[in-house]
Antibody
Framework: QVQLVQSGAEVKKPGASVKVSCKAS????????INWVRQATGQGLEWMGW????????GYAQKFQGRVTMTRNTSISTAYMELSSLRSEDTAVYYC????????????WGQGTLVTVSS | EIVMTQSPATLSVSPGERATLSCRAS??????LAWYQQKPGQAPRLLIY???TRATGIPARFSGSGSGTEFTLTISSLQSEDFAVYYC??????????FGQGTKVEIK
């Protein structure tokens, strides 16, 4: 079965960077795009960007341009999202999510990773 | 960027009753709309894609309709496990993917 397993919770200081991993299993990793979506406590879903694991091509939401980097290691079927220059407003649960094969809706989600930014 | 607006923000419904949730797009998204369910402490789950196609394993009491700018998610007879937050998402003008702000379905 399709699984996306994310790394554990992180606590970071303002100005630092965080790198969240997302290990895929149960399907061919390079055949499906990976999206990253975040959710602040009590808030809605915010799309951050996408990556094609085959080519490594990426696209980022304008809000995160210059601060986010999405990469992958195909040998271990793992995607990464790194967010830099963290501020308190970046405190949120970060989800990796697989896009469907034929279109850009999300068919599977990781369990989420809580990133807390606090001095 | 397309803006998705959901209404109402909160819907109070008794178990067994019908729930109707709305999602409006700021411009046409054709039928490229998905609905997700999220329970507290859990990741979202895909319910509907293509505006009206149920995802694998989703019960028939969930149905989606609409096209263009107006969409509806209907839960025909609410079960206890259906009380959650529901989000719509357009993927017609992608990127970016854009989500509605969510509708919370609570027990009346």
């Amino acid at each position: 079965q399709v699984q996306l397993v994310q790394s554990g919770a992180e606590v970071k200081k303002p100005g630092a960077s965080v790198k969240v991993s997302c290990k895929a299993s149960g399907y061919t990793f390079t055949s499906y795009d990976i999206n990253w979506v975040r959710q602040a406590t009590g808030q809605g879903l915010e799309w951050m960007g996408w990556m094609n694991p085959n080519s490594g091509n990426t696209g980022y939401a304008q809000k995160f341009q210059g601060r986010v980097t999405m990469t992958r290691n195909t040998s271990i079927s793992t995607a990464y999202m790194e967010l830099s220059s963290l501020r308190s407003e970046d405190t949120a649960v970060y989800y990796c999510a697989r896009a469907s094969y034929f279109s850009n809706y999300i068919d599977y989600w990781g369990q989420g990773t809580l990133v807390t930014v606090s001095s | 960027e397309i803006v998705m607006t959901q209404s109402p923000a909160t819907l109070s419904v008794s178990p067994g009753e019908r729930a109707t949730l709305s999602c409006r797009a700021s411009q046409s998204v054709s039928s490229n709309l998905a609905w997700y369910q999220q329970k507290p402490g859990q990741a979202p789950r895909l319910l509907i894609y293509g505006a009206s196609t149920r995802a694998t394993g989703i019960p028939a009491r969930f149905s989606g309709s609409g096209s263009g700018t107006e969409f509806t998610l209907t839960i025909s007879s609410l079960q206890s496990e259906d009380f959650a937050v529901y989000y719509c998402q357009q993927y017609n003008n992608w990127p970016p993917a854009t989500f509605g702000q969510g509708t919370k379905v609570e027990i009346k």
